[in-house]
T-cell receptor
Framework: DAGVTQSPTHLIKTRGQHVTLRCSPISGHKSVSWYQQVLGQGPQFIFQYYEKEERGRGNFPDRFSARQFPNYSSELNVNALLLGDSALYLC??????????FGPGTRLTVT | SQKIEQNSEALNIQEGKTATLTCNYTNYSPAYLQWYRQDPGRGPVFLLLIRENEKEKRKERLKVTFDTTLKQSLFHITASQPADSATYLCALEDGGSNYKLTFGKGTLLTVNP
């Protein structure tokens, strides 16, 4: 079975631009979560979606938004990029249990 | 304020020994505690989950303990191998958080041959 996939793998953007990151969960998983991981830190929770509804939001500004589609894939959008948004963005899917299965991440660099 | 602390940023041990990693937390009431492994440039990989009413969980060479009185979890790798070298992350799920995980910074384990 394919694991969680994310695209793109790497991205370079300029301050002020907008970015869209994509995630496809493991087949059968209806829950998708997004995390931001900066170098030297653990992942930090951004959003969780289940059955296309937002179930949780972390302490991130409104520039961050997400959605989940009928096929359970998900997009994370970040507007008005700042240098501090440079990080590894991780998507995780979960069956109806508590462990999460992470994708390889998208490395975003903002210059 | 809420805090999750993993005992050290880095731990070096000799092959064959037991590695013990510590996760301490304050101002949480975790219903579940999880351990993940992360290799450089990759996403975390789930290893073990332990519930608040469980004291110990084992899986092959891995063992996790959970002491809600001490607010601490210990993660052990027995008969360690160089292939076990990675960053290990502790993650808490608060009761009622609906699967939101809060991670520690991780401990970089290096197993020397």
């Amino acid at each position: 079975d394919a694991g969680v996939t994310q695209s793109p793998t790497h991205l370079i953007k300029t301050r002020g631009q907008h970015v869209t990151l994509r995630c496809s969960p493991i087949s059968g998983h209806k829950s998708v979560s997004w995390y931001q991981q900066v170098l030297g830190q653990g992942p930090q929770f951004i959003f969780q979606y289940y059955e296309k509804e937002e179930r949780g939001r972390g302490n991130f500004p409104d520039r961050f938004s997400a959605r989940q589609f009928p096929n359970y894939s998900s997009e994370l959008n970040v507007n008005a990029l700042l240098l501090g948004d440079s990080a590894l963005y991780l998507c995780a899917s979960s069956p109806r249990t508590h462990e999460q299965y992470f994708g390889p991440g998208t490395r975003l660099t903002v210059t | 304020s809420q805090k999750i602390e993993q005992n050290s940023e880095a731990l070096n041990i000799q092959e064959g020994k037991t590695a013990t990693l510590t996760c301490n937390y304050t101002n949480y009431s975790p219903a579940y505690l999880q351990w993940y492994r992360q290799d450089p440039g990759r996403g975390p990989v789930f290893l073990l989950l332990i519930r608040e009413n469980e004291k110990e969980k084992r899986k092959e060479r891995l063992k996790v303990t959970f002491d809600t009185t001490l607010k601490q979890s210990l993660f052990h790798i027995t008969a360690s191998q160089p292939a076990d070298s990675a960053t290990y992350l502790c993650a808490l799920e608060d009761g009622g958080s609906n699967y939101k995980l809060t991670f520690g910074k991780g401990t970089l384990l290096t197993v020397n041959p």
